[in-house]
């Protein structure tokens, strides 16, 4: 069972270049997430979405932006990248069930660097 | 504002100790969940324990278990008999019921001495 799944794993781009980080789950899950991590430190929320065609900002969107035009994907697009962008980043997917205790699944992560 | 506090960057345990990570966390909300999820070097997180706000009882899942202080906003990780394989970055995390995203603490590492 695949899960969720990112690519690519490593990237490195050049200041001013654009790229898709691309993401898709097989779990049939509503919720999906964009976070990055920085070195050293805990998970920033960039966007999420509640669902097909609905997308909203987290902490840390500047730079960044979403699109969900189906269930299973959320592709993460970054216009023209800089070096504040060199990061760890991560997508997750959760159910939408009654109650709370729904974890949220990560896929392995993107490691981008901006040079 | 910082909701998820996690005091302890990096704590050392002996190998069969215990271990106790710190957690408080800031909300308005009556309802909601706090998770703690592991991350070793590999990079991948990976989903421990979940304590709900209504839970009565403290959350166990094999040798995790949570100390959960309702009035306290607390919610400390206990992970007991230490192997090495638990030398991870820790990082406890809330969500709310009023919103749907998942906030994480800064996180804590733990190094498990042989």
């Known amino acids: 069972n695949a899960g969720v799944t990112q690519t690519p794993k490593f990237r490195i781009l050049k200041i001013g270049q654009s790229m898709t980080l691309q993401c898709t789950q097989d779990?049939?899950?509503?919720?999906m997430y964009w976070y990055r991590q920085d070195p050293g430190m805990g998970l920033k929320l960039i966007y999420y979405?509640?669902?097909?065609?609905?997308?909203d900002k987290g902490e840390v969107p500047n730079g960044y932006n979403v699109s969900r035009s189906t269930t299973e994907d959320f592709p993460l697009r970054l216009e023209l990248a800089a070096p504040s962008q060199t990061s760890v980043y991560f997508c997750?997917?959760?159910?939408?069930?009654?109650?709370?205790?729904?974890?949220?699944?990560f896929g392995q992560g993107t490691r981008l660097t901006v040079v | 504002a910082q909701k998820i506090t996690q005091t302890q960057p990096g704590m050392f345990v002996q190998e069969k100790e215990a271990v106790t990570l710190d957690c408080t966390y800031d909300?308005?909300?009556?309802?909601?969940?706090l998770f703690w999820y592991k991350q070793p070097s590999s990079g991948e997180m990976i989903f421990l324990i979940y304590?709900?706000?209504?839970?009565?009882q403290n959350a166990t899942e094999g040798r995790y278990s949570l100390n959960f202080q309702k009035a306290r906003k607390s919610a400390n990780l206990v992970i007991s008999a230490s192997q090495l394989g638990d030398s991870a970055m820790y990082f406890c995390?809330?969500?709310?019921?009023?919103?749907?995203?998942?906030?994480f603490g800064a996180g804590t590492t733990v190094t498990v001495r042989a």
């Open positions: 997750a997917s959760r159910s939408e069930r009654t109650g709370m205790n729904t974890e949220a699944f």
């Open positions: 779990m049939n899950h509503n919720y």
């Open positions: 979405s509640v669902g097909a065609g609905i997308t």
């Open positions: 909300t308005s909300d009556q309802s909601y969940g």
């Open positions: 304590q709900g706000s209504y839970d009565e």
């Open positions: 995390a809330m969500r709310e019921v009023s919103k749907y995203k998942l906030s």
